[in-house]
């Protein structure tokens, strides 16, 4: 037998092996009685890296109610969820002199439809510390009463503020709400209006 007619048969035998594996790998998928599960579970630690300064809102939302309208004037109230800065930074990270600040700010109320909507400036919010969680702490200030009227919240506007390393310090979390009022013309269009106040921290 010449060297092409080994080197033939040796391909043919190895093409034949293959097709038998292939087989037996099918006849193994056909022939499979049970199946099992196993559960994996892994224990993931806190990060220990250095900390942060972060703000949290206690909600996404909130909703107004017709209080004390008149005449001219339909007003409703509600309030501002919880607004929370957490510093977490070691003191020695902490920029010397700095104030950390939250603002905010809304955007028009335009309803349902889309058909109708109220300026802003309607919008205004009366900011106040939460008892415990930065009231009474001389380095912690909450920003000036917004009136429901020119430029009301359609301006950035000051909720609250605090020295940065005095409020690391004494704690490194201070909370602050608001109240909202909406002052509108009695005679705005009824419907269902939407706002949005975003709120961002600074330092």
């Given at each position: 037998?010449?060297?092409?007619?080994l080197?033939?048969?040796?391909s043919?035998?190895?093409?034949?092996?293959?097709?038998?594996?292939?087989?037996?790998?099918?006849?193994?998928?056909?022939d499979?009685?049970?199946?099992?599960?196993?559960?994996?579970?892994?224990?993931?630690?806190?990060?220990?890296?250095?900390?942060?300064?972060?703000?949290?809102?206690?909600?996404?939302?909130?909703?107004?109610?017709?209080?004390?309208?008149?005449?001219?004037?339909?007003?409703?109230?509600?309030?501002?969820?919880?607004v929370?800065?957490?510093?977490?930074?070691?003191?020695e990270?902490?920029?010397?002199?700095?104030?950390?600040?939250?603002?905010?700010?809304?955007?028009?109320?335009?309803?349902?439809?889309?058909?109708?909507?109220?300026?802003?400036?309607?919008?205004?919010?009366s900011?106040?510390?939460?008892?415990?969680?930065?009231?009474?702490?001389?380095?912690?200030?909450?920003?000036?009463?917004?009136?429901?009227?020119?430029?009301g919240?359609?301006?950035?506007?000051?909720?609250?503020?605090?020295?940065?390393?005095?409020?690391?310090?004494?704690?490194?979390?201070?909370?602050?709400?608001?109240?909202?009022k909406?002052?509108?013309?009695?005679?705005?269009?009824?419907?269902?209006?939407?706002?949005?106040?975003?709120?961002?921290?600074?330092e």
């Open positions: 037998m010449n060297k092409n007619s080197m033939l048969r040796g043919m035998i190895a093409f034949g092996a293959a097709l038998l594996a292939s087989a037996g790998s099918a006849a193994m998928a056909d499979e009685k049970d199946t099992q599960s196993v559960d994996v579970g892994v224990e993931i630690e806190p990060l220990t890296g250095p900390g942060s300064l972060a703000m949290t809102v206690e909600s996404d939302s909130t909703a107004l109610t017709e209080g004390e309208s008149t005449d001219l004037e339909r007003v409703f109230t509600g309030t501002l969820p919880k929370t800065v957490t510093d977490t930074r070691a003191p990270d902490i920029p010397a002199g700095a104030f950390w600040y939250v603002m905010g700010t809304a955007s028009d109320f335009h309803d349902a439809q889309g058909e109708n909507s109220i300026e802003a400036s309607h919008l205004g919010w900011p106040q510390l939460v008892e415990g969680e930065g009231e009474g702490e001389p380095f912690v200030e909450v920003g000036g009463d917004v009136a429901p009227s020119a430029p919240l359609a301006d950035q506007e000051l909720l609250y503020l605090a020295e940065s390393a005095e409020a690391n310090a004494g704690g490194g979390r201070f909370s602050a709400v608001a109240d909202l909406l002052a509108v013309p009695a005679d705005v269009a009824a419907g269902s209006y939407s706002s949005t106040i975003t709120l961002s921290l600074f």
